[in-house]
Every structure is written in C-alpha cells, then in structure tokens.
C-alpha cells in the first residue's frame, strides 16, 4: 500500500533580510508574486528587482522604441506600491533573451552587487503545469538565475573589477511552479498586489477586453485562493524552494 503523501505547502524562511527578484519581463513578478514582496517589505526586508528585458515586444502595435520605455516606467511605479525602489534593467533583447555565460555573467553580476540571501525567480521549465507552453524568455531567465546564484559566490567565475564574490545566497525561490514546496499568506499584502498590477495598464489592455481591475483581482484572488487549499485555507502565493 502506497503511503498518502502529504501535499500542504510549508512556510517560506524568515530568517533572512535582502532578496533579489531576476526576470525576464515588466509584469512578470507581478503575475503571483507581489503579494508575498508588500507583506515582505512590510516587515522591514530589502529587496530589489532586475529585470533582463524592458518587454519592448510585448504589444503588437506599439513599436519597441515607444514600448520598452512605456513599460519600464509601468514596472518602476508598480515595484513602489509594493515597496520596492530599486528597480534594474539589463538590456537583453525582448523576446530574444538567450541562455548562457552572456546571460549567467549579468545575473552574477547583480547578486553580487545587491547581496540577496533569497533570490526569486519565474519558472525556468518548458511549460506552465504541463497545459501552456512557456515563453523562451522565461525559461532561459529561470535557469541563469539558478546557475547565477552559485556562479556569484564563486571568485574564478566571471570576475570583475569592484565587485566581490557573494556566496550568501541561501535558497532560489521560483514562483509559478507546477511542483511549488513552500508559501506565503497572500492575505495582507494583496491589496498591493491588486494595485502593482493594475500599474502596467498599457499591457493589460491589450490582453483582455474585461474591466483592468475586475480582470487583474479575479486573476490574483484565484490564484492566491486556489494555493491556499495546499497552505491551511490561507490565500497564498506559492514558491518551489531550491536551498543552497
């Protein structure tokens, strides 16, 4: 007879006070994860985010010269409601972004100079829960920023002038995992996140003819709902946690 598994998600570490956040795209984070940051933030933690792209081929008719800077400034005002002021973009083109050492070096880069003890990322696999194909963006993001979080620590790998190694990183926590371990009470922070989303407003206008805020609170409220069956019937926003 096969043991029944225990399936409830446990609580993400306390014990930590810098994180980073590494994606691909404007409004990547704030598809799940803004929640968890505003109640993190609340709490007195520092965290910043980078961000690979300025998601200059996102709109179809906006062209990428008027688009990357229009979502950049939709991506600086969005981290703020949550309570994040240093927001980083590295350049990498939209749509195009590329795995490998050009890609781990960036990312290296960033922990080094921001000392995270938790980083956050998006799912790194081929597909969201095997029902949706993920983009490539994603997917080459997620995976650097895992190798990236050890190549920081390591003095050989990508040296630098001005930048010392950092071997602090103590867990990479990827959101939008189809095999989460770990969550966070959505509940205090999801006004907040209600509210970061609706910043990138040019963005959801192109993706759904529903009210902006009617679409982004059934969005958000379901997501957080449906993880909080794993998490105590707690709303929450879920992480696969990868300690180091």
Request: aromatic share 8%; with cysteine; net charge negative.
């Amino acid at each position: 007879m096969t043991e029944p598994t225990n399936n409830q998600l446990k609580p993400m570490p306390e014990d930590w006070t810098r994180a980073l956040a590494v994606v691909a795209h404007p409004d990547d984070l704030e598809y799940g994860c803004s929640a968890a940051i505003a109640s993190w933030t609340d709490g007195g933690r520092e965290i910043a985010y980078v961000l690979a792209t300025r998601g200059e081929a996102g709109i179809d008719t906006m062209e990428p010269a008027k688009c990357g800077p229009l979502r950049e400034q939709e991506q600086r005002a969005s981290a703020a409601v949550v309570g994040v002021t240093e927001v980083e973009f590295l350049d990498h083109k939209d749509g195009v972004v590329e795995y490998g050492t050009a890609l781990r070096r960036d990312i290296a880069a960033a922990i080094r100079r921001h000392r995270p003890e938790l980083v956050i990322t998006l799912n790194h696999r081929d597909t969201w829960g095997g029902v949706a194909w993920n983009t490539p963006d994603h997917v080459a993001v997620g995976r650097a920023t895992l190798d990236a979080a050890g190549d920081a620590g390591n003095r050989w790998i990508f040296p630098e002038p001005g930048l010392e190694p950092w071997n602090g990183v103590r867990w990479v926590a990827v959101a939008g995992s189809s095999t989460p371990t770990h969550a966070v009470d959505a509940t205090p922070g999801m006004e907040r996140a209600v509210l970061s989303l609706l910043e990138h407003r040019t963005y959801i206008e192109v993706l759904t003819d529903e009210d902006p805020e009617t679409y982004v609170r059934s969005f958000l409220t379901g997501y957080a709902q449906t993880t909080g069956e794993r998490f105590g019937g707690k709303p929450a926003v879920a992480f696969e946690l990868f300690s180091r």
